[in-house]
């Protein structure tokens, strides 16, 4: 699997923009960026994931850069919830294959 | 059921001792995944099942560890002669379709495992 490069760690404001950058310089042309991420004491929860286009939901946005070799989780306005660990994750889109975990970034959110 | 179940939350067992870990995925999702997390680590991948065939094994440390599910719904993940280096979060996820490329996974609560 290809792989990715996050920050350790980041802080953000509590109601503020977070935009946490993700690069995968390594990517394939048939490789999806996944997001999770991981509360304390609780198991990865899924977040967004794309392949070329910009994704949006409910929880957060995904922007993929133009040459895919890097892309950004934005959440609009961070919430004390927010804090967890954010796993960008390349994943290959044939079928048989996990996910496999790098060491995500720490979001710590302050009030 | 309403999402990934697994059981025991906590199992604490002298070093030695076999022990069994519930993976009960939700309902009709295909593919079943077994991972371990250390303290402060992400997880770690062990094992995955798509129905009740065993697709990879090459995350398990040794032949101590062994995975089933033999029906393609509930996965049972073993570890005989446990030893203390085996004390982990041992997670277990679903998805619908085969293979997690392009399709959401679902983790469960995991099980704390202590070996003493």
């Known amino acids: 699997d290809a792989k990715t490069t996050q920050p350790n760690s980041m802080e953000s404001n509590e109601e503020e923009p977070v935009h946490l950058p993700c690069n995968h310089s390594t990517i394939s042309g048939t490789d999806y960026i996944h997001w999770y991420r991981q509360l304390p004491s609780q198991g990865p929860e899924y977040v967004i994931h794309g392949l070329t286009s910009n994704v949006n939901n409910r929880m957060a946005s995904l922007a993929i850069a133009e040459d895919r070799k890097s892309s950004t989780l934005i959440l609009h306005r961070a919430t004390l919830r927010d804090a967890a660990v954010y796993y960008c994750i390349l994943k290959a889109g044939n079928a048989g294959n996990m996910l496999t975990f790098g060491g995500g970034t720490r979001l710590m959110v302050k009030p | 059921g309403a999402g990934v179940s697994q059981s025991p939350r906590y199992k604490v067992t002298k070093r030695g001792q076999d022990v069994a870990l519930r993976c009960d995925p939700i309902s009709g999702h295909v593919s079943l995944y077994w991972y371990r997390q250390a303290l402060g680590q992400g997880p770690e991948f062990l094992t995955y099942f798509n129905y009740e065939a065993q697709q990879d094994k090459s995350g398990l440390p040794n032949d101590r560890f062994s995975a089933e599910r033999p029906e393609g719904s509930i996965s049972t993940l073993t570890i005989q002669r446990t030893e203390q280096r085996d004390s982990a979060m041992y997670r277990c996820?679903?998805?619908?379709?085969?293979?997690?490329?392009?399709?959401?996974?679902?983790f469960g609560q995991g099980t704390r495992l202590t070996v003493v």
């Open positions: 996820a679903s998805s619908l379709g085969a293979g997690m490329g392009n399709r959401e996974a679902f």
